[in-house]
């Protein structure tokens, strides 16, 4: 795992997303509060639909103008809710690296990668077009691209998806950003070439020092890559920790249903997959009270009232969740 510096570089507060819908306003995100260090890698993990995406896009900017958010948004220290789009798309351009789930929609393909790796060097700063080849080339070879002249000058069709996720992280860290967002980086790849990515991209943290906020619905994922987790459901954090307090000690029931539903290794072929009951509400609909007690083996009569609290473990510890009716700390 990385080493953390302390240093702030993202702190959301009591973060409130709203859309208006044709089916009234839909309240996506819910008391949100979370953070990721220099040098830390925070992963959001939950089902589609929970929010996850939604969450970390408002923190930096990237939701449509029809959204409404509230709350508090500090950027390296600095409160960015609420300011200009100017403000905010510096920010993006200078400060912010972002690598969606699909690369080949991210690039486009009537242009050599090499030429829309150059453009960034070009447009913010002021390279001339041979320079910015030259930086474009070294950052694919950076990105451990084999023979990076000869794929700086093909298009993106004629690249595998592992090199044309490559590309994007390349584009991403360009301008050698403090913050890393990853959007389900690994979703459309294959085992081999998750892997080879993830490592990629912890190798990158490292050597830049920069914060990451990676997005997934895959513990496995999660577990290879995150200093710390955050749980979502119906559009709130439900735990949130260090990623061995996390996984080995889960509080909420949610997150302990998600770690019972995974395949263990040498369980047999007759060993019957556990389930979680019912499926994830829609954020136009959720529950009142915890938004899993519909789902929940051990709802109580608060539950479908009452909206938990998110509590620090009793240890003392940074581990916390939001549950009125958790088991006991292994």
């Not at 949100?32 to 929970?50: C, F, K, P, R």
């Not at 948004?73 to 690598?99: C, D, H, N, P, W």
């Not at 709802?299 to 620090?312: Q, R």
Request: proline share 5%; net charge neutral; aromatic share 4%.
């Amino acid at each position: 795992m990385s080493q953390s510096n302390g240093k702030p570089i993202v702190e959301v507060s009591n973060l409130d997303v709203f859309f208006n819908t044709t089916q009234g306003k839909l309240h996506a995100i819910r008391s949100a509060n979370w953070s990721v260090s220099q040098g830390e890698t925070l992963v959001i993990l939950g089902e589609s639909g929970a929010g996850k995406s939604v969450s970390v896009h408002a923190a930096t900017g990237l939701l449509p103008g029809t959204a409404e958010i509230t709350g508090s948004i500090k950027f390296e220290g600095e409160e960015i809710l609420g300011g200009s789009e100017e403000t905010l798309r510096q920010l993006r351009a200078e400060k912010i690296g972002v690598i969606f789930q699909d690369p080949l929609a991210s690039l486009d393909p009537c242009f050599k990668v090499g030429a829309q790796i150059a453009e960034i060097f070009t447009v913010h700063r002021g390279m001339s077009k041979s320079e910015a080849w030259a930086e474009a080339v070294k950052l694919l070879d950076s990105v451990q691209i084999p023979d990076p002249e000869r794929r700086a000058n093909q298009f993106s069709h004629q690249l595998s998806g592992g090199q044309r996720q490559r590309v994007v992280i390349a584009m991403a860290i360009a301008l050698s950003p403090t913050l890393l967002i990853a959007d389900e980086p690994t979703t459309a790849l294959d085992a081999s070439v998750q892997v080879a990515v993830l490592e990629l991209i912890k190798k990158l943290r490292n050597e830049r020092k920069m914060a990451v906020v990676l997005i997934t619905h895959n513990i496995g994922v999660a577990a290879s890559i995150a200093d710390r987790i955050a749980i979502m459901y119906g559009g709130r954090i439900v735990e949130i920790g260090d990623t061995k307090e996390v996984l080995q000690s889960p509080r909420h029931p949610y997150t302990q249903a998600l770690l019972a539903s995974m395949p263990k290794i040498g369980a047999g072929a007759s060993k019957r997959l556990v389930t979680i009951t019912g499926t994830p509400p829609s954020l136009a609909t959720i529950p009142g009270g915890c938004a899993f007690h519909p789902r929940c083996t051990r709802a109580i009569a608060k539950c479908s009232d009452v909206v938990p609290e998110i509590e620090l473990n009793k240890n003392g510890s940074l581990h916390s969740f939001a549950c009125h009716n958790p088991e006991e700390a292994n």
